[in-house]
């Protein structure tokens, strides 16, 4: 009889192993050709590999938010406003329906691993769809539309903020749960590309007075946010009028959103309290909870941000074979991304510590359990085999918009109604140039004059 046992404890072990990671760690290697074609500027086969991982289930249905992102932005990046704006629409209502539900399960959603929720996007997200959707309107020369969308960028972090909140304090609530979320400030609420946007349908659309609202709200936000700000701000913004002209605006975007990348790190309890151990020292302050023994150890994992950088030190503009100039950065979205994902990024944590201490301790009784039944070393293993299945099951969810650019750059050029050659170059660091745009005989009139290019290495 008990060999019987030993093998159904093996058999279910073995099954939890094998099966249940697949569905609880993050699936990357697909985006590899992908980020590749879409380095190399060929948009169009990186669209059409993201339609073939559709087809062979990449994309669960836990990863629809990420798979309307990555076809949306990918549409923005051929010139296809208008689907790039239905696939963004698709992204951000999946977004809004699945927090509402996240925060509606509370405690509940403690229980499974994050890889095994569907996704429901970063804040950082959630907002570059908007500022993606107000520039895919612009060039759609639908003005209302992009100003609704420019506006609900920042209408989100306040949203965010109480959200977060009504989070924090739902699991707080919770009976189960052993100790108290300590929940981060949002401490972002004013998005500077989002302004900047706002700032040209103003400017080209003739109101003087929402334009110079726009930039100056643009302009606080290196005060308020030096963190994220931390570079000089840019002449397009420092050195602009709100009033109404001929002038070519320049918009650039440059590398590739950022990454997520696991952090790996190990709970040991003593009595009524735990110390947690990992290399950034994210909390290192020991957390009570009432009535926990000395002795136990356990492992876990939580994502943090990985900036995947850039291979463009400059962007120059030429005008009619002449060089008029440089972009500037505006915004490092990779920099919004971790100030944003910060104030969830302590959710996260305490989450999968109380997670992980649920388990754990489960797997401690279980190993108990199996040593009573079994004797000697062959008990050891199958204790052993049991922490190691609950060990294997805490991966950090990786998911992430990994198709989005990294950096936004500006430029803006007082022109005199006409025809003009312009010419967009990304140069490395040897000042090669790694690509450039042309677009020839572009008509500068009165109104706005908006050029976009990309180089996503």
Known sequence: MKTNRYNIIITVIFIVLVNGCASISTNVNFYTPILTDLKRGDYNLAAIKIDNAELEGEYADKDRVLLHLDKGIIYHYEGDYKRSSEELTKAEDAIDELYTK???KGAMSILLNDNALAYSGEVYENLYINIFKAINYLKLKDFDGA??????????????EVKLEEEVASLNSSEDQEFKIEAADL???SNALSHYISHLIYRADGSYDGSRISLDKLKEAWQTYPDVYNFEMPAAVSNTTSERGTYLNILAFTGTGPS????GARITTFNDYVIISDPTEFHIQPIIIPGIKYGWNFKFEFPTLHEEGTEVYDIEVYINGEKYGELEL???MSSVARKTFESNKSLIFF????RAIAKGISSSALGRTIKKEADGLFGDILAGIANA??????NADLRSWRT?????????????PGKYNIEIRFLGGNGNILSKKVVENFTITRGLNLIEAVHLN
Request: charged share 30%; hydrophobic share 30%.
């Open 102 to 104: 996240s925060i509606s």
């Open 147 to 160: 100003y609704v969308e420019s506006q609900k960028v920042n209408n989100k972090l306040k949203y965010y």
């Open 187 to 189: 401490d972002y609420y």
């Open 260 to 263: 997520k990348e696991p952090i």
């Open 330 to 332: 505006l915004e490092n």
């Open 351 to 354: 989450k999968t510590i109380t």
């Open 389 to 394: 299945a609950v060990d294997a099951t805490e």
């Open 404 to 416: 989005m650019p990294g950096y936004s750059f500006v430029g803006e050029y007082d022109l005199e």
